[in-house]
C-alpha cells in the first residue's frame, strides 16, 4: 500500500490489489465471504512466521526467544508460535494450559505474573513448569505445595530492577511496583530459596513494554545484564537462565518509527560475551508479545450507516470499543490517538474524505477513528483497524452493552 496516511508510519505489511486489501493472500471481500460474519480478527500467519525469522536474523544465535500469550491467546496463533520460537511465558492457569497444549516441553514454559493463586501454583508445579516468583511470601507457598506433592519445583526470581526503562509506554519495573521482587530484596530470597531446597533456574527481569526507542532498550539490556551477574553472586546454584524480558514496541500512531532492531541486536552481540563468561551455564531469554503479533493482525468491521450531523460524516459501524478497546484510545492511552483505520475494500478509493469511524454503543468513547482522512465509504463498506494482532480481543470488554463477540480467524 502506498502511503496513503502520512501521519502514519507506512503502513506495508499487506498488499493491496484492485484498491482492496489482502491478507494471508486472500482478498479482504473473499476473506469476508469465508468468515461469513463481522466484525471479526484476522491473524496472518506468514507474517507471524517473517517477524519470528527477522528476529533470528538480528539477534544473537544463542539468545532464546520466547512468546508471552497474552498478547494474544488465540489457540491457533499459539499452536503456530509453538513451532517458531524456543519457549512461553504466561501470566495465568488458562494461558498455561495453551501453551501445555502445545509441543513445547514444560521448562520451555515459565509462569509470571503477581497474585497466582495455590491452584494455579499447583498446577505448574505439576506441570514441571518454571515458575517466575514475584515475593518470598510465593516462594513459601510454591515450596509448601512442592513438599505436599513430592515434587521439587523449579523456579526462578523475578526481579523488579533498581532502574527504570526510558520511554516505555507502560513501565513494569523500577521504583515501587507489584511486579517482582526489589532487586535489594534478592539476596536474602535466594539464601531462603536454598534452604527450601527448589530447583532455582534464575532471575526475570521484564522491564517496561510498547518501546520504540533502540537507544533505552540497549541501555535496559545492558544493566539487565549487569544486575544479573550481580543477582548471581549470591546464588547457590549456577543461573541456567537470565530472561532480559523484552518490551519491543510497534508503531500505532501518527510520528512513531519502527523500532531499530538491527541496533538492538548489534547491541546484545556486542553484550553478550561478558555475561556468558561469568554465568557459563546461562541461557539467556528475550520475552515479546506484541512484537511477534502485533502487526500481522487487522480487525474488520462493517459499514452499517454513514451519517452526517452538523457538517461531521460518521461511519457507524458494527465493531467498536467492546472488541477492541485499545484502537477507542481507552487501554492505557493518555491522550487519545488514532490507530490505522482504512477501508479496506477501497483503501485509496476514488474521493477520499475527513470522517470518524464509531461502535454501535451509546457511549462518547465508542470511537474507531477520530477525523481521519480515508476513502470516501458507505454501508456495507469494510473497515479494517491495521496493527490490531496483539491485545485486542482478549484485552476488551466485550461484554459491554451485550453484542455478539467477534469471530477470530488465523489465515
Ligand atoms: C506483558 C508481558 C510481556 C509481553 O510484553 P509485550 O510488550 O507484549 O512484548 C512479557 N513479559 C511479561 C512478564 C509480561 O507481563
Known amino acids: 500500500m502506498n502511503n496513503s496516511y502520512p501521519e502514519h508510519a507506512p503502513l ?16 479482504l471481500i473473499r476473506l469476508v465471504q469465508r468468515v461469513g460474519v463481522t466484525p471479526f480478527y484476522a491473524y496472518d500467519r506468514q507474517k507471524i512466521t517473517e517477524r519470528v525469522a527477522l528476529l533470528r536474523q538480528h539477534l544473537p544465535p544463542d539468545i532464546h526467544l520466547h512468546y508471552a500469550i497474552k498478547a494474544n491467546p488465540m489457540p491457533a496463533v499459539v499452536q503456530h508460535l509453538a513451532n517458531l520460537v524456543d519457549g512461553m511465558d504466561v501470566a495465568s492457569a488458562g494461558e ?33 513448569v518454571i515458575l517466575n516468583m514475584e515475593s518470598a511470601q510465593e516462594m513459601e507457598s510454591i515450596a509448601q505445595l512442592g513438599e505436599y506433592l513430592g515434587i521439587v519445583p523449579k523456579v526462578a526470581i523475578r526481579v523488579n530492577p533498581d532502574f527504570e526503562l526510558k520511554s516505555s509506554g507502560m513501565k513494569m519495573g523500577g521504583g515501587p511496583k507489584p511486579f517482582g521482587v526489589d532487586a535489594e530484596q534478592v539476596p536474602d530470597m535466594l539464601t531462603r530459596l536454598r534452604a527450601l531446597g527448589l530447583d532455582f533456574f534464575g532471575f526475570h527481569i521484564f522491564s517496561g513494554s510498547q518501546n520504540l526507542n533502540a537507544e533505552a532498550i540497549q541501555q535496559v539490556h545492558a544493566r539487565t545484564f549487569q544486575l544479573g551477574i550481580r543477582l548471581a553472586e549470591n546464588a547457590s546454584a549456577p543461573v541456567r537462565m537470565l530472561n532480559i524480558g523484552g518490551g519491543f514496541g510497534v508503531p500505532y500512531f501518527p510520528g512513531d518509527r519502527a523500532l531499530n532492531l538491527p541496533a538492538i541486536g548489534e547491541n546484545l552481540q556486542r553484550l553478550m560475551p561478558e555475561v556468558k563468561q561469568k554465568l557459563p551455564d546461562v541461557q539467556i531469554v528475550i520475552e515479546l508479545g506484541r512484537y511477534l503479533v502485533a502487526e500481522a493482525g487487522i480487525y474488520v468491521c462493517r459499514v452499517l450507516e454513514r451519517k452526517l450531523s452538523r457538517g461531521q460524516i460518521f461511519l457507524v459501524t458494527d465493531g467498536g470499543l467492546h472488541h477492541h478497546l485499545a484502537a477507542s484510545g481507552n487501554f492505557g492511552q493518555v491522550i487519545r490517538k488514532n490507530y490505522p483505520v482504512i477501508i479496506g475494500n477501497r483503501v485509496q478509493g476514488t474521493k477520499r474524505e475527513i470522517v470518524s469511524v464509531v461502535g454501535p454503543l451509546c457511549t462518547p468513547l465508542d470511537v474507531l477513528a477520530d477525523q481521519m482522512q480515508m476513502a470516501r465509504a458507505s454501508a456495507d463498506d469494510l473497515v479494517v483497524v491495521l496493527q490490531s494482532g496483539a491485545y ?20
Open 12 to 27: 506495508v505489511q499487506f498488499p493491496v490489489q484492485d484498491d482492496c486489501l489482502q491478507i494471508g493472500g486472500i482478498p
Open 96 to 128: 498455561m494450559r495453551a501453551a501445555l497444549d502445545t509441543v513445547l516441553s514444560p521448562d520451555r514454559i515459565s509462569f509470571a505474573g503477581p497474585g497466582k493463586k495455590e491452584s494455579e501454583l499447583r498446577c505448574a508445579i505439576a506441570a514441571g
Open 392 to 411: 485486542g480481543l482478549t484485552a476488551s470488554p466485550t461484554a459491554f452493552l451485550g453484542h455478539p463477540a467477534p469471530v477470530e480467524v488465523l489465515v
